[in-house]
């Protein structure tokens, strides 16, 4: 099982910056889909960005261009830099983990088999 834990949340004013990391307990560069997701209360899950083994990102389109994430794989730890902030992506944000064993790594919650508790972002307009 991997252990995933986020750091760096808070509060910023819309079109400021934040960045996230997480660290994971296992050797990120071993072949892992690494992915952020963010959830509302009362809301279904969303899938942010998501890195495969290679090195390929993926963005949700409403995040694309404003987001990056990264692997810092010295530190085995996953970052999300997050620029131009808007009050539409304040929400609790997880670190998520899977094997990838090819076949590509998706925004899609149910593959993930691990995760982390959460930190929470909240822009203010």
């Known amino acids: 099982q991997v252990q995933l834990e986020e750091s760096g949340g808070g509060s910023v004013q819309a079109g400021g910056s934040l960045k996230l990391s997480c660290q994971v307990s296992v050797q990120i560069g071993s072949g892992y889909c690494l992915a952020w997701f963010r959830q509302v209360a009362g809301e279904e899950r969303e899938g942010v960005a998501v890195?495969?083994?290679?090195?390929?990102?993926r963005y949700a389109a409403s995040v694309e261009g404003r987001f990056t994430i990264s692997r810092i794989l010295a530190r085995n730890s996953l970052e999300l830099q997050m620029d131009n902030l808007q009050s539409e992506d304040s929400a609790k944000y997880y670190c998520a983990a899977r094997p990838d064993r090819g076949g590509g790594c998706w925004l899609l919650d149910h593959q993930y088999i691990d995760w982390g508790q959460g930190v929470q972002v909240t822009v203010s307009s």
């Open positions: 890195v495969e083994r290679n090195g390929l990102r």
